[in-house]
């Protein structure tokens, strides 16, 4: 699941939300009256806007050489339960979806970079993830990791999107092409699309029971949709916790 994720785009615009260009100003007005003025000739290619579009057999990859459906993980316990749901006296099955979950803090995102007087590249943002955001960072703008210094700003209820580096590395790119200090404020609009989400996801299941109504046996089969990228990486677990806190026999599961 190893792919590229470019600061800003290059050969291919992979979802909405992807930075084309940046854009510098003495003033946030002039910086967003000059965005106003740029324009591309794009090659419009097919759209997929969920899991089961994306993993089609004649779906085009997004990222070349690795296929959209990129890994899986499966969970077996307990005895085959194609036996068990056999001979159940009860078994209920369904088919459920549940959306991508933007994360909706109070204030979008805001970062500040510049040079410290040391010669460190400093980043102050809110951020949940420090030491894996300067790596991250470090490998986008070609800094050594041990150049780069992260100040926590209060982070609030960010509730999982500051884990993500892709708004830092922004700032980052700006400050080296510019070697003066640079901020960046998403519009609330911005942010939604910039920003990574809570993943949607595609389930089918079922559950036997015996005749006290006691589960015997469950199986499932869950896709999880990252979109285009996995800015968000927790809560990838889905197939092993399943049915989390019950004492279920036999089970087999796919994620």
Not at 3 to 24: M, Q, S, T
Not at 145 to 150: K, L, P, S, V
Not at 212 to 233: M, N, Q, S, T
Request: charged letters at 20%; a negative charge.
């Amino acid at each position: 699941g190893i792919r590229e994720f470019p600061v800003i785009a290059g050969k291919k615009v992979v979802r909405r939300g992807d930075v084309v260009a940046l854009v510098a100003a003495d003033t946030r007005e002039h910086a967003r009256e000059a965005a106003k003025k740029i324009k591309q000739e794009l090659e419009l290619l097919p759209a997929y806007m969920t899991f089961p579009e994306a993993v089609m057999p004649t779906s085009m990859e997004l990222h070349p050489g690795i296929p959209n459906f990129y890994m899986e993980q499966p969970v077996f316990k307990g005895e085959d339960t194609a036996e068990v749901f056999e001979d159940a006296p009860v078994v209920v099955e369904g088919s459920f979806h549940s959306q991508h979950e933007p994360h909706l803090p109070i204030e979008p995102d805001t970062v500040q970079g510049y040079w410290g007087t040391d010669g460190m590249l400093t980043l102050q943002c809110k951020c949940q993830n420090l030491s894996e955001n300067s790596e991250g960072i470090a490998q986008a703008c070609g800094i050594p990791a041990e150049n780069i210094r992260m100040v926590l700003n209060t982070v609030g209820g960010s509730f999982g999107y500051t884990i993500a580096s892709s708004t830092f590395a922004l700032v980052a790119t700006a400050v080296q092409n510019l070697d003066m200090p640079c901020t960046i404020t998403l519009s609330y609009d911005e942010f939604n699309h910039t920003t990574g989400k809570r993943s949607a996801s595609f389930a089918n299941g079922r559950l036997a029971c015996d005749a006290d109504g006691k589960i015997v046996a469950a199986e499932y089969d869950v896709a999880l949709d990252h979109g285009a990228y996995g800015l968000v990486p927790i809560f990838q677990n889905l197939t092993s916790v399943g049915f989390h806190g019950y004492n279920i026999p036999n089970f087999k599961a796919l994620g």
